[in-house]
C-alpha cells in the first residue's frame, strides 16, 4: 500500500486553512473572563476562560492576542468607559476570529472590545451581593448605630504610606477650631487580592478593643476602577455591615462607589471629606454648647435685671410703707398703749419709792447716831476713834461722844 504521509507542518496548513473558510469563525462576539494578562512589545496577550456559573470552574479556554496595531486605541477607550484598563480576572465581550498557526496552535484575534458589557457584569455582581446582604437582614446594620456626640476616639484603616491617609490626618489636625482628636492606624492593604482580608484581618483587632473608640474610617485615594474591584467583596461588607461601631468608608473620588457604600454607616466621596466630616460634627457640637451658654447668661441677666427693677421699687416705696404701717397701728393701738404706759410707769415709780423708803430704813438703823442711842459711845484721840486702851498715853485728853452731848477726859 503506498501512503504519501504529510508532515505536520502540512496538518496544520490545512488546519489553518479550514478554520479560515469554516463559517462562523471570523468577526464573531465572545463573552469570556480574562486571565493571564500581559503587555509586550506593544501587543497583548491573554487567556479566555468560560468558568461553570455553579462552581466557577473553567469548561473551556483559549489563547487570545489584541496585536499592536489596535491594542493601544482599544485599551483606552476601555479604560474611558469603565474606568480602569484591561486586566485580568474581569468579564469581557470580545470580538474575535479563529486563527490557528502551524508553530503556536489555536489562538483568537480579537479586533474590538465592549465595555457596555463589563460594567454591566460589575453592577450585576454587586446587585446580587446587595441582594444577598437585605435576605439575611444585615444590609442596614451599621447604618442603624446611633454616632457619638462627638467622635474623637478614631480607629482608622488604611495603607501607611498612602496619599489618601496623609491628607486625613492633616486635615484632622489642622481644623482651624483646634479640636482634639485621638487616631490609631491598623494597617492593611488596600489594593490588590488581598485588599479584602487585610482590611478583615484590622476589623478585627479593632474590634477586640473596641470600647476604646469612637468610630471606624477606612479610607483609600482615588485609583482606576479596577483597582477599587477589591472593595466589591461580600465577606468584607458584611465584616463592616456587623461591626460594633459606626464605619465610615472614604475610598476613591466622589464618582466611584464601591459595596461598602451601601453597608457603611456613613459613606465620604474622598479621605479628606472624611476628616472633613468629623470636624463639623465636632464644630456643630461646639456651636451648641456656645449657644446653650449664651441662653444661659442671657437668662441670668434677664432674671438680675428684673430683681434690680423689683429692688428699686421696693426702695422708693419702703419709707412710704413704713409710715403709713406705723400710722394706721399708732391709730389702732394708740389710747390702750398710752393708758398701758402710763399705769406701768406709775407702777414702777411706787415700786422704786417702796424700795427707797426700805433702804432707807435699813441704813437709819445702821447708823452710828442709831448706835448711840442705844448707849453706846465714841472716844477719839486727836480726831481719830480709838478701839484699844493701848493707844490711850497717860496724860492724853480724849473726847468721848454719847448720844446727847461730849465729855472730855484726861487719861491717868
Known sequence: ??????????????????????????????????????????????????????????????????????????????????????????????????????????????????????????????????????????????????????????????????????????????????????????????????????????????????????????????????????????????????FPLPVMVGIGHERDVTLLDYVANMRVKTPTAAAEWLIGRGTAMLDRLRDIGTGILDAAASHINAAHRRLEYIAGQLPALAQAVTGRAAMRVGPTVDTAIRQSVDNLLRRRADRLEALAAILDTLSPEATLRRGFSITRLDGRAITDAAQATPGATVTTTLASGTITSTVR
Open 1 to 242: 500500500m503506498n501512503i504519501a504521509p504529510l508532515t505536520l507542518l502540512d496538518l496544520n496548513r490545512r488546519i489553518a486553512g479550514a478554520l479560515c473558510a469554516a463559517p462562523g469563525l471570523n468577526d464573531i462576539w465572545i463573552v469570556a473572563e480574562t486571565s493571564d494578562l500581559r503587555s509586550t512589545g506593544g501587543h497583548c496577550y491573554m487567556e479566555l476562560i468560560d468558568k461553570d456559573p455553579a462552581t466557577g470552574t473553567p469548561r473551556a479556554r483559549a489563547r487570545a492576542t489584541i496585536w499592536a496595531s489596535r491594542f493601544a486605541r482599544l485599551n483606552a477607550e476601555f479604560r474611558a468607559a469603565t474606568g480602569s484598563p484591561l486586566a485580568s480576572d474581569i468579564k469581557v465581550m470580545v470580538r474575535a476570529s479563529v486563527t490557528y498557526h502551524p508553530v503556536y496552535g489555536l489562538s483568537l484575534n480579537i479586533t474590538d472590545v465592549n465595555p457596555e458589557y463589563t460594567l454591566g457584569d460589575l453592577l450585576r455582581r454587586r446587585r446580587e451581593m446587595i441582594a444577598r446582604l437585605q435576605a439575611e437582614g444585615i444590609l442596614e446594620c451599621n447604618r442603624r448605630l446611633e454616632w457619638p456626640a462627638v467622635p474623637w476616639r478614631i480607629a482608622v484603616i488604611s495603607a501607611a504610606g498612602a496619599a489618601g491617609y496623609g491628607d486625613f490626618i492633616n486635615q484632622l489636625y489642622s481644623n482651624t477650631r483646634r479640636l482634639r482628636f485621638r487616631t490609631r492606624l491598623f494597617e492593611a492593604r488596600m489594593q490588590g487580592d488581598d485588599t479584602a482580608p487585610s482590611i478583615i484581618a484590622a476589623l478585627e483587632r479593632i474590634a477586640a478593643d473596641d470600647e476604646e473608640y469612637d468610630c471606624v474610617v477606612i479610607i483609600r485615594g482615588g485609583g482606576a476602577t479596577g483597582d477599587l474591584a477589591a472593595f466589591d467583596n461580600y465577606t468584607l461588607a458584611a465584616n463592616i455591615a456587623l
